[in-house]
């Protein structure tokens, strides 16, 4: 069984006190997620808590945007924050997913990363797709759009 990591990082030029609330409340992904616009017509649902442990937030839409649970598992304010992130469609996969947000000179490094294991039509899916191009590309827009919403939550 083969697994893989994906990981990216940025500087995001504020506190970590400023970024952590945008990434611990699913109902704030909506204004930086790289996912959000993938399907105009995507059903979400919200659950659990508001935020932090326990928050939990299901996806249905296309077949781009696919179907799935997030479910925060630990949140260490303002330091990190782990995500077990289940795909239901298109293909059956569990990605333990996390952030850390570590202060820095120029703002807060923010590390995003995301884990799995490559089995069945997985496998077989990461025989043709790079899974580190893929989410990675997907990683960055997120970490660009998240700097785009810290500003405008500070202006």
Do not use: C
Request: aromatic content about 10%; charged content about 20%.
């Amino acid at each position: 069984m083969s697994t893989y990591e994906v990981t990216r990082n940025a500087v995001i030029p504020a506190p970590p006190e400023a970024i952590f609330p945008l990434v611990n409340s699913f109902h704030e992904w909506t204004k930086w997620s790289p996912w959000e616009s993938v399907d105009p017509a995507m059903q979400r649902s919200y659950s659990g808590s508001d935020s932090g442990v326990g928050a939990k937030y299901a996806w249905s839409g296309n077949r781009k945007a696919g179907s799935g649970t997030m479910e925060i598992v630990e949140a260490t304010e303002p330091d990190s924050i782990k995500i077990r992130l289940e795909f239901a469609k298109p293909f059956k996969a569990v990605n333990p997913t996390s952030f850390t947000f570590t202060p820095s000179d120029s703002g807060t490094q923010v590390t995003w990363t995301m884990t799995g294991e490559n089995k069945g039509v997985g496998k077989l899916f990461a025989l043709f797709m790079n899974m580190d191009k893929m989410v990675g590309t997907d990683f960055e827009k997120g970490l660009a759009a998240l700097a785009g919403a810290v500003k405008q939550r500070r202006a």
